[in-house]
């Protein structure tokens, strides 16, 4: 968010310890470039680590873009695109460089000053290019657009209406593009694991343990959010039916003309041969683009099935999820799909069934899948009785967002008063969704209540405070944000007694090293892209480039290309969640098992539900369902050589500032 009058720019960030926003202000005026962590978390430097990609954009607007031509760069990044544009042209003509997020520009502006660009044709405009005034702004409308304003589903950073806006205003009549034209491809697949992402109604009937989060008639209160997930499909090349037995043959769905105006809707009806017998669980989706106007110069997000593709991060293949046990489907039969988009996204439907039912709460896929396994469960049930065995009318806090626990607690004992704070799904849903399910789950209303910490009004002292942990709207964080019930446990003190159960009562930091080639060539530091330095250490220290300095990030081990343990399980530091919230640190020297090059270190908590009893909730990769969970990634700056048959090891040493809630992370 931008305020003209002031030149001030406001970022919002997330304290990962409460869980609440607060907005950072960006001064424009100011050399330094923060805030670093935001712009190490992005995808900027993956993106610029794609070989393949930088090379069609080279090649596409060395055939573009000709002298004496303006060039409009709609989401700039680092210039590079800029750049190219400006040594095909020469000296003639022009390129106006448009970024609206202030600390890119910023380091843009060293990164052409570096390859002495900075005072050359580029002119570098912080604004929307949406907000872009000819004679105001810029002199005159351009002849070629280069842009690269596109996500895994394609549409998703807003690409149609920055096309529309340009072709209206900014672009003269007959423009040109680099891309050229993008055309979305599926495929139908059946997969046992991506069944297990969307139907918990289904895989909760084989679980048997009288919980019940969606009863018969209302599978609809829980639900993936319908819209395209993006995923490295790759991965689950051992799972989905399409090497020997396949669903379909991939087919065309939309196509988009950038070199015109596009339109915000379409609409069309695919049909879909069936190659074999079987149940769609999802559709997946790619992308091809054709850089230039003779389609000679492409790229591709197809999964490795269809092509061979570098691993990259920036952009995945799509999933959309078919609707409970998914579609049944015989051989040589046409499949009716409807597809459909708008001005950011893309959606299917199939004609043989209609649900618009709407949920009362939306989950990420891993939580619907964690939700039923039945494993899991048995393990979080179990936890729940040994803390309630015995206790007389307790009062039970639940301090996260787990409907699960809070139904599993209400349901075990018939005398528990359950409080829920419920801080991410909110009181009004919260409330909603557990009056929907308490006759299946055999408790009242008037013993379940959903309230914040500001109208706690309860007398009696809390028996039992209790969370998975889990905090909706956290997927995508670091395995310790979770320690935000740590945070929790803390503001409640006064109100919990003597003898009050936590749980869970400990976690426990785990690490392993790990060969995770793919990785850690997508975030390598930069050097030259395309004859252009990018070396300079601000850039790769500000977008977080593999060294001492840069941060853990959250990934899914699963989806990270090859991976591979080079190393046991180590603990490095505990938790004490019975506790006061309190910084600490710990050390482990983690000796190599397996010869192989480390890129790094996987890192997750295991959550001790009860001490007494060993029942503990694993978050690591070490199984299938290590694919709920992401794990934290530390990269080296410079992989480490593991040669056979010689004992080596390294020290890690990690140390959790409570006063942050940011865990930091140091080898030897």
């Keep these: 968010m931008s305020s003209k009058s002031t030149g001030l720019m406001f970022q919002l960030k997330v304290d990962p310890l409460t869980g609440k926003s607060e907005w950072v202000v960006i001064e424009e005026e ?28 080279r090649d596409a607007i060395d055939r573009s873009v000709s002298k004496h031509c303006h060039v409009l760069d709609i989401g700039s990044g680092t210039g590079l695109l800029s750049m190219m544009a400006a040594r095909a042209m020469g000296k003639a003509g022009s390129v106006t460089a448009c ?12 990164v052409l000053r570096a390859n002495d660009m900075l005072d050359a044709n580029i002119r570098v405009i912080n604004k929307r290019s949406d907000e872009l005034q000819v004679g105001v702004d810029i002199a005159s409308r351009a002849h070629v657009l280069v842009s690269e304003i596109l996500d895994s589903e394609l549409l998703g950073e807003g690409l149609i209406p920055s096309l529309q806006h340009a072709c209206d205003n900014l672009l003269v009549e007959n423009y040109q593009t680099v891309p050229y034209r993008a055309t979305t491809y599926g495929q139908l697949v059946e997969s046992s694991w991506l069944w297990k992402l969307h139907d918990l ?34 991965a689950l090349a051992q799972d989905i039916r399409l090497t020997s037995i396949q669903l379909s043959e991939p087919f065309k769905i939309f196509e988009f003309e ?5 339109h915000s809707h379409g609409q069309k009806e695919v049909l879909i041969k069936a190659s074999d017998d079987g149940t769609v669980h999802a559709v997946i989706s790619w992308w091809v683009l054709e850089l230039d106007e003779e389609g000679k110069i492409l790229y591709s997000t197809a999964p490795n099935w269809i092509g061979s593709r570098e691993w990259c991060d920036h952009w995945k293949q799509c999933v959309w999820f078919s609707k409970g046990k998914g579609l049944s489907v015989c051989k040589d039969t046409d499949v009716c799909m409807e597809a459909t988009h708008n001005e950011t996204s893309i959606s299917y439907r199939f004609k043989s069934y209609v649900d618009d039912s709407l949920p009362i709460i939306t989950l990420s896929p891993e939580r619907i899948a964690i939700y039923g396994d039945r494993e899991w469960r048995h393990s979080m049930l179990k936890a729940i009785s040994y803390a309630l065995e015995g206790k007389e009318s307790p009062l039970c806090v639940v301090g996260d967002d787990s409907v699960f626990v809070a139904t599993a607690v209400a349901h075990v004992s018939k005398t528990a008063h359950v409080v829920c704070l419920f801080p991410g799904i909110g009181e009004e849903k919260g409330l909603e969704y557990l009056e929907a399910v ?32 889990f905090y909706f709207g956290a997927e995508g964080m670091l395995p310790w944000h979770n320690l935000q019930f740590w945070s ?46 990018h070396s300079m250490s601000v850039v790769n220290s500000i977008l977080g480039a593999s060294s001492s300095e840069a941060p853990c990030l959250p990934f899914f081990i699963w989806q990270c290309g090859e991976a591979k343990r080079l190393s046991e399980t180590y603990s490095i530091m505990e938790f004490d969640l019975s506790k006061p919230l309190a910084s600490c640190d710990g050390r482990a020297e983690v000796a190599f098992v397996e010869a192989g090059v480390c890129h790094g270190f996987a890192l997750w908590i295991d959550w001790v539900m009860d001490a007494t009893n060993n029942i503990l909730i694993s978050t690591g990769p070490d199984d299938d369902r290590g694919r709920y969970w992401k794990q934290g990634v530390k990269l080296f700056a410079d992989p480490l050589l593991v040669p056979p048959g010689v004992s080596c090891s390294t020290l890690i040493h990690a140390y959790f500032d409570s006063s942050t809630g940011h865990l930091s992370l140091h080898h030897i």
């Design 30 to 57: 100011a050399d330094d470039i923060s805030p670093k962590p935001m712009l190490a978390s992005t995808c900027y430097l993956d993106m610029l680590n794609d070989a393949p990609r930088n090379r069609a954009y």
């Design 99 to 110: 970024e609206s997020y202030l600390p890119m520009v910023k380091l843009m502006k060293k």
């Design 201 to 234: 109604f289904n895989h909760e009937a084989t679980t048997a343990d009288g919980v019940g989060l969606l009863p018969k008639g209302k599978e609809s209160l829980l639900q993936v959010k319908p819209q395209q997930l993006p995923m490295h499909c790759d």
């Design 258 to 262: 950038f070199w015109k105006r596009p």
């Design 438 to 469: 308490a006759d299946e789950n055999g408790y009242s209303m008037d013993r379940v209540q959903v309230v914040s910490k500001q109208q706690w009004t309860h007398q009696n002292k809390v028996d039992l405070l209790i969370a998975e942990p």
């Design 488 to 533: 929790k446990r803390r503001m409640l003190d006064s109100v919990l007694s003597e003898d009050v159960c936590i749980m869970p009562c400990k976690g426990i930091l785990k690490a392993c090293a790990m060969s995770l080639p793919d990785l850690w060539r997508s975030r390598r530091s930069l050097e030259k892209i395309q004859g252009f330095d």
